[in-house]
């Protein structure tokens, strides 16, 4: 694997004053991130989740140069990010969902300008990316319109578009679809997928949208507490979280559960059941088994919740 995003024993421990009496305080540490290490291939689009306070932002902040890690390595195309922000800015892209880049009270087309001024981007190519930008996301009617008068869909559209004009190597985006519509997540969601496809652009993502991972990462890490507690396909998610599918029958009559190999029911209404199998089964032998043996009219797979998958991790984390 390319290196070109890579962590080893990365640490950020955050001194804090906290009330212990009438007028007392006393200084503790926060382990915001501890001993974090993975790497990410250039071109890789990545998911990284996990709980409020999880280390996801400080994270971001680190890979950005905006934070310097108390201890351990961190290189972003073998470049120190706290050492070398200004020149690692123009090679990176940051979307925060919940605070804008661009100017408030300024049209839309300013700010690109401004940005286009701030990154010394080339006249020829800032002309390029602009008008490719602005047809991607819809933004052609919007360019005259002050950034306070658009729609947070519109917005957020505009923020992509702003971190981009400089072609980054790489975008970190954080919470980029909270508080859209279903139709700017889906507008949101295709741009992700073709700037990927096409230019080849590494994303790490933090989102609470779990559709946002569902639909845009073929890997994801999962943090909590500071430390990674899962790093690797969505499939294998399921399977670390001991997650279900889970099986709709319809049967011709109402029955007595059925009794199938490798499944439970775990419901019956009428003449319906609903059917529970480890998540990394293939139900091919449960349906085959059931058509043999039961009056069959029609059936249903549905996939387990990832929501309730790393729930459960973090239940799990927390007992242990």
């Not at 819809?138 to 005259?144: F, G, I, M, P």
């Not at 069959?296 to 459960?312: M, Q, T, Y």
Request: hydrophobic residues 40%; neutral net charge; aromatic residues 6%.
């Amino acid at each position: 694997m390319d290196g070109f995003i890579t962590l080893d024993e990365v640490e950020k421990v955050f001194s804090v004053r906290r009330k212990t009496g009438f007028l007392r305080r006393e200084r503790q540490e926060v382990r915001a991130v501890d001993s974090l290490s993975f790497t990410v291939a250039r071109g890789e689009m990545v998911g990284y989740i996990g709980p409020n306070g999880a280390g996801k932002s400080t994270t971001i902040k680190m890979l950005t140069g905006i934070l310097t890690p108390s201890g351990g390595r961190l290189r972003v195309a073998g470049i120190d990010p706290s050492r070398e922000r200004s020149r690692l800015a123009h090679r990176i892209g940051v979307v925060f969902g919940q605070r804008t880049t661009l100017w408030w009270d300024l049209p839309l087309i300013d700010s690109y300008r401004l940005t286009h001024r701030m990154y010394r981007i080339p006249n020829a190519r800032y002309r390029e990316n602009l008008d490719r930008l602005v047809e991607l996301l819809e933004l052609r009617t919007l360019l005259d319109t002050p950034v306070r008068q658009l729609s947070l869909g519109q917005r957020m559209r505009g923020d992509i578009a702003a971190a981009l004009l400089h072609d980054p190597e790489v975008l970190y985006l954080d919470e980029p679809t909270i508080g859209l519509d279903v139709v700017s997540k889906a507008k949101v969601r295709g741009f992700l997928r073709e700037l990927n496809a096409a230019q080849g652009t590494t994303v790490l993502l933090t989102t609470h949208d779990l559709q946002d991972i569902e639909q845009l990462c073929s890997r994801v890490m999962v943090i909590d507490h500071g430390r990674l507690m899962y790093d690797g396909p969505l499939t294998g998610l399921h399977e670390a979280g001991e997650s279900e599918r889970t099986l709709v029958v319809d049967l011709e009559r109402e029955l007595p559960p059925v009794e199938v190999p490798s499944a439970r029911v775990v419901r019956v209404e009428g003449p319906r059941q609903w059917l529970a199998f480890p998540a990394g089964q293939s139900a091919a032998p449960v349906v085959a088994r059931l058509a043999a043996e039961y009056p069959l009219v029609d059936l249903s797979v549905r996939e387990p919740d990832i929501e309730a998958v790393i729930a459960k991790m973090y239940a799990e984390r927390a007992v242990s």
